[in-house]
């Protein structure tokens, strides 16, 4: 489904890695500060819960989903983590994901590692369709995705339960340049 390369993101002083279950402390570290959990679905209490996840990203099942670590080349720190989860082989679908710690919101590296995982997936992948979805309160995770060329395609409501509540969604995609110019 995936390519066995890794994208290769062209930002200097930072690279992507395959995520790894010693990542869990660092990733939990940032998901549970409020400004980045305010913005997310995510739901985690401990860095324990992430291990799941980390182990799935390993797997090379066709709908298994990928995560990579955006890592600060310097000092090896994790600065965040693009990917993509509910992966169909079948449909040749999966929907983007991406998460930051806040030191480095607003340097222009979570549209970068969108647009290279985009890239990545769609035209030397075997996806034909990558889709996002966002919460309409986070401008920002917005703006990284129409930067990186997702297109919106409308409101998702009551989508997705967002720590026991039913939230409404935006959803962008992006499809491939052999099936867009078919349509």
């Given at each position: 489904?995936?390519?066995?390369?890794?994208?290769?993101?062209?930002?200097?002083?930072?690279?992507?890695?395959?995520?790894?279950?010693?990542d869990a402390s660092a990733?939990?570290?940032?998901?549970?500060?409020?400004?980045?959990?305010?913005?997310?679905?995510?739901?985690?209490?401990?860095?324990?819960?992430?291990?799941?996840?980390l182990q799935a990203f390993?797997?090379?099942?066709?709908?298994?989903?990928?995560?990579?670590?955006?890592?600060?080349?310097?000092?090896?720190?994790?600065?965040?983590?693009?990917?993509?989860?509910?992966?169909?082989?079948?449909?040749?679908?999966?929907?983007?994901?991406?998460?930051?710690?806040?030191?480095?919101?607003?340097?222009?590296?979570?549209?970068?590692?969108?647009?290279?995982?985009?890239?990545?997936?769609?035209?030397?992948?075997?996806?034909?369709?990558?889709?996002?979805?966002?919460?309409?309160?986070?401008?920002?995770?917005?703006?990284?995705?129409?930067?990186?060329?997702?297109?919106?395609?409308?409101?998702?409501?009551?989508?997705?339960?967002?720590?026991?509540?039913?939230?409404?969604?935006?959803?962008?995609?992006?499809?491939?340049?052999?099936?867009?110019?078919?349509?």
């Amino acid at each position: 489904m995936f390519p066995d390369s890794l994208p290769l993101l062209q930002l200097p002083g930072f690279s992507l890695r395959q995520m790894q279950l010693t990542d869990a402390s660092a990733w939990y570290d940032y998901l549970c500060l409020p400004a980045v959990w305010q913005h997310t679905s995510w739901n985690v209490q401990q860095a324990e819960e992430l291990l799941p996840s980390l182990q799935a990203f390993a797997s090379n099942l066709p709908d298994a989903p990928r995560r990579f670590a955006v890592i600060e080349d310097n000092s090896g720190r994790l600065a965040g983590t693009v990917g993509f989860h509910t992966v169909s082989a079948l449909n040749r679908t999966a929907e983007l994901a991406y998460d930051f710690h806040p030191d480095y919101w607003g340097r222009g590296l979570a549209t970068a590692a969108a647009q290279v995982a985009l890239h990545w997936a769609l035209q030397e992948g075997a996806l034909h369709r990558v889709q996002a979805t966002v919460l309409p309160s986070n401008l920002g995770s917005i703006r990284v995705i129409e930067k990186a060329g997702m297109q919106f395609e409308g409101l998702l409501r009551n989508f997705r339960m967002v720590r026991g509540v039913s939230k409404d969604f935006r959803l962008y995609a992006s499809v491939c340049d052999a099936d867009a110019k078919q349509s």
